[in-house]
């Protein structure tokens, strides 16, 4: 109701009239005073006094025709909606200007757990650890030719229901294979549990996961942490869970992620194409998905160098560009 100087008010006795007069009523006509109001404010305005309301019953019908969608008219007439303070109920699209989850992680990213990126049912796993970490005893003879890159296997404490011994196993078999990191014949690795190392093979919590890669996006992930006394962050959430591109095959995801991360550690960028044989760089961030720019499915591979792949490891791309446009193409 518009007001204006000069209209009057009810007195006490007239409100308390009012209140009393029972539910349901007659709605009383207009007072002179508010059909005046009224009148000069229509006189200012002319016209537009009358297309403004109707301009605002038009724009909601057509929301609800277009969308038949009640919080579409909702948001219409609330202000609310996707950036505002109601969350969205879909899947999250990244734009441009945001940052994928990244090795490398950064501020702006999408703010919803994506479908495509949601954890495989299964076992439960320790979510917070201590945020300290020990060492797995154990040691290695140097594998493979040229510069040695030490490392030592970690585990956080207070992660519970992993056999570790498995684990370093894990770790220690994947690095071994002739199809391994080793097998450029200038990278060598040697696994020591004491005396200066190069980089930490860690599982971590995932909670503390977030602590060392970020969590501008909440999808669990590993990660390369130089940052954090150089430590290859294995998520303890996908060595139990695996993801989607593996499917049911969690001794392989579990190598490839070794795989990758100690990628990161050697000093590798991430892959976006396919190798000339339809297998997935280890490089790509398949725990996201191996979808290309062309549309091609690459075939997941655990593998810097398989059997058989010309052009291996693979193209590389630096820098947030090229990973933001593998995320939009595999996330949804």
């Known amino acids: 109701m518009w007001e204006s100087e000069g209209v009057s008010h009810p007195s006490a006795p007239q409100r308390e009239r009012a209140r009393q007069s029972p539910a349901g009523s007659e709605r009383r006509e207009p007072t002179r005073q508010h059909r005046s109001a009224w009148r000069r404010f229509a006189d200012r305005w002319g016209w537009r006094a ?19 969608s009640p919080r579409a008219v909702k948001n219409a007439l609330t202000g609310t909606g996707p950036g505002r303070s109601t969350a969205s109920s879909g899947p999250a699209i990244a734009t441009p200007n945001q940052q994928v989850k990244s090795d ?13 990126l949601k954890l495989p049912p299964g076992p439960s796993y320790t979510t917070q650890g201590t945020g300290t970490y020990a060492t797995i005893p154990g040691t290695s003879k140097v594998i493979g030719k040229g510069t ?3 490392f030592s296997i970690e585990v956080e404490n207070g992660i519970k229901g992993v056999d570790l011994k498995a684990f370093a196993t894990t770790v220690m078999a994947s690095v071994s294979n002739a199809q391994s990191w080793t097998a450029d014949g200038v990278t060598a690795l040697q696994r020591v549990d004491s005396g200066a190392v190069d980089f930490h093979v860690t599982l971590v919590s ?26 290859v962050v294995l998520n303890v959430a996908r060595w139990v869970r695996g993801a989607k591109a593996y499917a049911s095959d969690l001794a392989t995801y579990r190598t490839y992620a070794v795989n990758h991360e100690i990628g990161h550690a050697l000093g590798h960028n991430h892959s976006h194409e396919c190798l000339a044989n339809g297998l997935a760089p280890i490089m790509m961030q398949q725990t996201i998905g191996t979808k290309t720019a062309s549309g091609k499915i690459c075939q997941p591979n655990p593998w810097p160098y398989p059997k058989g792949a010309k052009g291996a490891p693979g193209p590389e791309e630096p820098g947030s560009g090229p990973d933001l446009e593998f995320f939009n193409r ?3």
């Open 50 to 68: 009358y297309a403004l309301p109707i301009l605002v019953v038009l724009t909601v019908l057509a929301l609800a025709t277009t969308t038949n």
């Open 104 to 116: 490398n992680p950064g501020s702006g990213s999408i703010n919803s757990v994506l479908p495509a």
């Open 148 to 150: 040695v890159h030490r």
């Open 206 to 231: 995932s909670m503390t996961v977030r602590q060392l890669c970020g969590y501008d996006q909440p999808v669990e992930t590993s990660c390369w942490a130089p940052d954090a006394g150089n430590r």
């Open 330 to 332: 595999n996330a949804h």
